[in-house]
Structure formats: C-alpha cells, structure tokens
C-alpha cells in the first residue's frame, strides 16, 4: 500500500497531540485497549472529556508535563492509503526535533491556535518547511471553538499567514487553510455543522485527495554505493555488485555511466533486486547494481549517469540547522556524511553575504548559512535541484554526535 | 515489454537500512526471537545481500519459556538457509547465580532476557543488535530512532537521542557502545502480514487457528504449561485459539480464533480491535513498562 509521510507542528498548547488523536480516532485507528487506556488516563488527570493527547504522547516525563519532546510516529490508514505522522515538538527548543520530524515527510500541518492568530513560532515552522522544500502545507486553524466558530477570525488569520507565504515560500508550494476544532472533531475528518460558511475540504479529505510524488519523472539518477556484494561461491564466482538506493531518476540497464570521484566511466550491465533482473528501476529502489567493466567501486563512490554529473565541489555553501548544545564556531572541524561518504572538514564562515561576520557562532537550534572547507572534493548538487544529493549532516568527531544538518545552495 | 522494478518504499527502506548496519558496523548481530518480525527481517536480509550469503548470525535469547513450536520453527529456518545461530538461555544465568528467577501468579522470564542479551552482546563484542521492534507496537517504541544508541550497559537514554535526519544514518560509536537497529520500524503490523503473504514467508504453527489447553484469568486466556504457573481455581479448558504476538508462553495471550490461513489471519486483524500489543500482558504492568525497561537495555 502507498505510504504517505505528514509532519506536525504546532506550539505546545496549540493542539496538536490532540489533532492527531482525533484522526486516529476518527478513522477507527484506535484499538479499543488503546482507547481504554485514554479513558483511564484522562481519568486519572481529573477530565472529563477524552484527551486524545494521551493517544501519542509517550514518554514517561512529557506525559507528565503535558507536552512532546521527542519525534513520536503514529500510523493509521484509510481504505486508500497508508499514513504515518511524525509528530514533532513545538517549542524552539525542540527545532531540531521537528527537522529529524519533517525531513522524511512529503506533507505538513501547521496548527495555528484561532485565539492568537500567527505567532513567531508559526514563522519559524513555516520557514523550516521551506529549508527542508516541503511542497504540500496544511495550516489547520484550530481551537475556533473558543472564537465562536468565526469566519472573520479565520480569515484573518489566513491574510497574516499568506505575508509570510509572500516571503518565504517556493513555486511549487502549496498551502491549503482549513477552521478546524480538534476538541470536537470539527473538519478533522467529519465535515463541521458549526462552520457553514467554510466549503473546503476537512483535514482528511485533503489528505486523502494529495498525490504522492511521481518518481519516474525525475531526472539526475544519483547512486551512491552503500556496500559491495562479492559472494565468491562456486555458483557466483565472478559476481561484483555495487548495493544501494536509486534516488532522483531512474537508471536503466545498459546507461552508460560514470563512477565518482574517480571519473571512470562503464555501462550498467545489469540490475538485480533479489534474484531477478531488471531493464529499469526508478527512483527509490533498493538494487544491486553490476558493470560492464572490472572496477575498483567501494563505499562512498557514487554511480550518476555520464551526461548527468553532479557538481564537484572543495567547498560547500550551506543553510545550515545546528542541533549539538555545543556551539558551532569558525575553524572547527566536523565529519561530514553526505549520503554514504563521510569526509573530515573544517568550517571556515558562519553568517551570509548580507552578514559576513566570521566571529559568529551558530548555537543549538540556530539556523545559519556557513561556508565549509573539504578535506577532499565531493559531487554534490544544490538542494533545490536534487533533495536526496544536496543535503549533508555534520557529526561531531568526538561525541559522534549528529551536530548539524545542512541544506548545499 | 520493457521490466520495470516496481518495488515496495517499505521494503527499500529496510533493505537500506539493513546494508547500512553491515557497512558502517564490525560485527552486527540479528536478535531472533521466532517471531513473525524477525522471521521477517531474515528474509529482508537474504534479498538485501544476495547472492551473497547473510552477513551476520542470528541470536537468540531463550528465556526457556518458548513455546516449543517456535524453537522448532526456528531450527529448521536455520537449517534451511544455512545461517549461524546462537543461542544464549535465561537458564544458564539463573543456575550460575547471575539471574533471579520471578515467583508467583505473574512471573516471567520477560525482564531477565535484557541481562542476558547483555552478557552475549559482551561475550561476542557485537556492535550493532538488529532487531524487528516496529513503531506501532507501543508508546516508547513509537519514539525510537533507526539507530538507537545505547551505552555498555545497554542502557537508552531517551531525553538525548542523536537527531536523525533523511536517511543519513550516524553509526559512529565508541568502543564498548553498542546500536540497536530498527530496519522495519516504519512497517504496521499489517504490513508485515501483507509481506508476509506476498513472499510466501514460512511461519511457526502458533500463529494460525489450533486446539490449545488454556484457562481465562483477567479477561485474557493464557497458556495451561508447566512455565506457567496456575492457581487451584483456574479452570483449564480446550479451545481453538492462536496467537497473535510470539513472547514466552508466559506472557502471550491466546485468543479465540478460527484463522487457518494468512488471508484469514489479516482479515481478523483488519476486524480487530484490541492492538497487537494489547494481548501483551508484560506490557500491561505498570503504562510506563516497556519504556523502563528500554531503559535497562532491553530491545
């Protein structure tokens, strides 16, 4: 069945666990022993109403302070498809969270608490979404229960968010507003009694009405090698293939191809998935991969298309998103994983064209742009060409600590 | 007709993931348990690697409270494939002093499986445990990494988790961590199911509809056995059960079931309502169970 990846984000008191857990419950997601155990939960807090919170929030210590700390996934599906949310904190202190959150989900639900309209946090999640190029938005506008179900504090609130869509949003964007109350199940997945004059969809049914991405059109196939199978039995002798995932466009059997760094070229002779062969696997697809010629490849290289290069690069430009408590400076040296390459280098600045301070320093949960010295050249493109060869992380070499996220421009 | 791969985002995802743990680690390990998510992760793992044999052995911790079909089953999987067991028991600690065994109505061998697993993870210096704990299972597992970082004494610090962002996987530890990798942590129990439908994936007896000597306490039906200890008044009775979850003897629920087949069997999970994890009853001790027991080093 399809999958489908949403991400939530929201200020901790905007609702969101409870969003959730009213599409869960309303797609009959929640098993009855998982209900039961809400019912005695809510109970137990002193309510008297069920808090579908409870459904997700599930770490010891946050369900005791009645927030999220950490990414939980939640899966439910409809006849159509299957879902599954990466329900991530709101609170700035969390920003990294809700990066590790977003970065494998193609959908994400802004909420916005109807009572306080666009908040600085709203302009931080929404501003995350667009590092990361996520194409479909949902900006759930809840709790108008508490505004009376009011059309004019809706719109309102849709006006102050399109100045930041003005701002900060990309082409193929698109952001669908929707009133909901998550309290009462207002357009969560049954269509509101409350709220006439809204003729949108409910949150579900815009879910279930997105496509997921069309992978065969994609172009700029990009193959880094994670492992080499070399069985060396009787029966496979002779068999060298290169393992890994396929990611931006198809490869075909027969492509003529280049190996990166070395610059050597060859032709697919054959792709496997298991024991069978294929002419062509898209974008997506875990294969093994053998040439036409006996090469050298071992983890690391990377397989592109001859005519499809990717941008060989000694230093890298970036958008960068710190996630270490310790503070990026100027001159420290990281590793850097770029898909399955891992090279030592060394930040030279952090700030931007407009801001060339290089004294600067980039603290947890900070975004920044720096420029990054390679111990040795990498193919990379930019993220917005190519989401899966434009992204890179940092770890620190001696916590192993994932430091950093970075987005190559 | 041109061949065109048209595979499973579910499976890739996986299969990447399991030849990121064989790249990036020495010696990893695949914790087998005999049930349908490990059975599932073995057949992952020959088409992630083939036609090279599976690069790493299994392990499995016997509590000693298996249910004799699974012990079967899984002989003859390892035969068949051709693969490297080991087997650590729960006994062999408990004799030598290092475990102490639970007494009473609701005893198990469930919490004394960590300090074993422990002891083999010492003994074989192995860096990475694979195993086939998926997110939907239940709260604390919802909030686990790909690769969970545990410290030597297999301990999961849950407030300091390394971010993990697209698929770029961080394994780098220092010697005497160890990562525990979740391949199918995306994958619904249905999912697997479906998979294992598709793939044809052999399954151990138990799981499908089967007379069984059980007796009802708390509104579950648990297991009449020699490990399991039963009251005077617990009345034994014989009915068509399966199981729907593989823990010990001692801590499965059965439930009442006519599914004879893999159809029948996704048919009633579709109809279900109680969750996999709900006929759980070790999870049931305390809402916080399984997370304070991830805690302490468990899978």
Redesign the interface.
């Known amino acids: ?1 399809e ?1 489908l990846k949403i991400a939530t984000a929201g200020s901790v008191d905007d609702g969101k666990s409870t969003l959730i857990g009213r599409l869960l419950y309303d797609t009959q997601s929640l ?4 209900l039961e ?1 809400i019912e005695k ?1 809510s109970l137990k807090n002193g309510l008297n109403y069920l808090d579908f919170s409870l459904a ?6 946050e369900r005791e302070q009645g927030i999220t ?7 439910f ?1 409809t006849p159509k498809r ?1 879902y ?1 949310i990466a329900d991530s904190p709101g609170h700035e202190e969390y920003t ?2 809700m ?2 959150g977003a ?2 989900s193609t959908t994400s639900i802004i909420l916005i608490d109807a009572r306080k309209g666009v908040v600085g946090q709203t302009h931080r999640h929404f501003f995350i979404n667009n590092l990361l190029r996520l194409k479909e938005i949902v900006v759930a506008v809840n709790k108008m229960d508490l505004v009376n179900y009011s059309e004019e504090v809706f719109n309102n609130i849709v006006t102050e968010f399109r100045e930041l869509q003005a701002e900060s949003s990309f082409k193929e964007q698109n952001i669908r507003f929707i009133p909901v109350s998550a309290l009462w199940g207002e357009n969560i997945a049954e269509r509101s009694s409350e709220m006439d004059w809204y003729t949108g969809p409910t949150v579900l049914e815009h879910l279930e009405g997105l496509q997921p991405e069309d992978t065969t059109a994609l172009t700029q196939a990009r193959f880094p090698v ?2 080499v ?3 060396k ?1 009787s ?2 002798h002779d ?1 060298r ?1 290169y ?3 396929i990611s931006g466009g198809s490869l075909k059997k027969g492509d003529a191809v280049t190996i990166l760094p070395s610059l050597t070229t060859s032709r697919i002779r054959e ?5 069978e ?6 974008a ?5 991969i053998t040439l036409t010629d006996e090469l050298n490849i071992t ?1 690391g290289d990377m397989i592109v298309r001859s005519e499809e290069l990717p941008q060989e690069k000694r230093t890298l430009e970036a958008a960068l998103c710190w ?1 270490d408590t310790k503070a990026l400076t100027p001159g420290a040296k990281y ?1 850097l ?1 770029h ?2 390459c891992r090279v030592l280098v060394k930040i030279q600045g952090i700030g931007s064209a407009e801001d060339p301070d290089s004294r600067k320093q980039l603290q947890l949960n900070e975004l920044g742009k720096v420029s990054i010295k390679l111990s040795r050249p990498l193919f990379v493109d930019t993220y917005e060409s190519h989401k ?1 060869n434009g ?3 940092l ?1 620190d070499p001696q916590t ?3 430091a950093g ?1 970075g987005f190559i421009e | 007709m041109k061949k065109i791969l048209h595979q499973d985002s579910l499976e890739s995802e996986a299969i990447y993931i399991l030849r990121e743990v064989v790249a990036q680690f020495e010696n990893p390990v695949l914790l087998f348990s005999g049930g349908k998510d490990s059975i599932t992760l073995v057949r992952l793992a020959q088409k992630a690697f083939y036609p090279a044999v599976i690069p790493f052995p299994l392990l499995h911790i016997d509590t000693g409270h298996n249910f004799p079909e699974t012990i079967r089953f899984r002989d003859d999987l390892v035969e068949q494939l051709g693969l490297r067991l080991i087997v650590r028991k729960v006994q062999d600690d408990i004799d030598g002093g290092r475990a102490v065994e639970e007494k009473g109505k609701y005893s198990s061998r469930n919490s004394l499986q960590t300090n074993t697993l422990l002891g083999a993870i010492e003994e074989f210096k192995f860096d990475a445990c694979i195993g086939g704990a998926r997110r939907d299972e239940e709260k604390a597992r919802a909030k686990e990494r790909i690769f969970s970082v545990r410290n030597d004494f297999g301990e999961w610090d849950e407030k300091n988790q390394r971010p993990e962002v697209f698929d770029l996987l961080n394994g780098r530890i220092d010697l005497g961590q160890n990562v525990r990798v979740f391949p199918i942590s995306n994958w619904t129990e249905l999912d697997v199911w479906n998979y294992i439908e598709k793939e044809a994936i052999e399954i151990p007896s138990i799981y499908f509809s089967h007379e069984r000597e059980i007796f009802k306490r708390d509104g579950y039906w648990w297991t009449a056995s020699d490990h399991v200890y039963r009251e005077e008044d617990e009345q034994v009775e014989r009915r068509r059960v399966r199981y729907r979850t593989v823990g010990d003897i001692t801590c499965t629920a059965a439930v009442e079931s006519e599914a004879d087949s893999i159809e029948r069997i996704i048919q009633e999970i579709r109809d279900s309502s109680i969750s996999e994890r709900g006929a759980r009853i070790d999870d049931k001790r305390s809402e916080a169970a399984m997370e304070t027991r991830k805690q302490q080093g468990y899978f």
């Open positions: 069945m999958v098993t009855s022993d998982k155990a939960a997700t929030d599930g770490l010891v210590a700390i950490d990414v939980a996934h939640i899966y599906s299957s599954i990294r969270n990066i590790t970065s494998t994670q492992t199978i070399r069985p039995t029966s496979h068999f293939g393992a890994g995932k792709i496997y998935f298991h024991d062969k294929y002419e062509e696997a898209p997506g697809s875990s294969v093994v983890r996630m590793l994983q898909n399955t899966d992204r890179f992380i770890i192993n600590y994932t996220v």
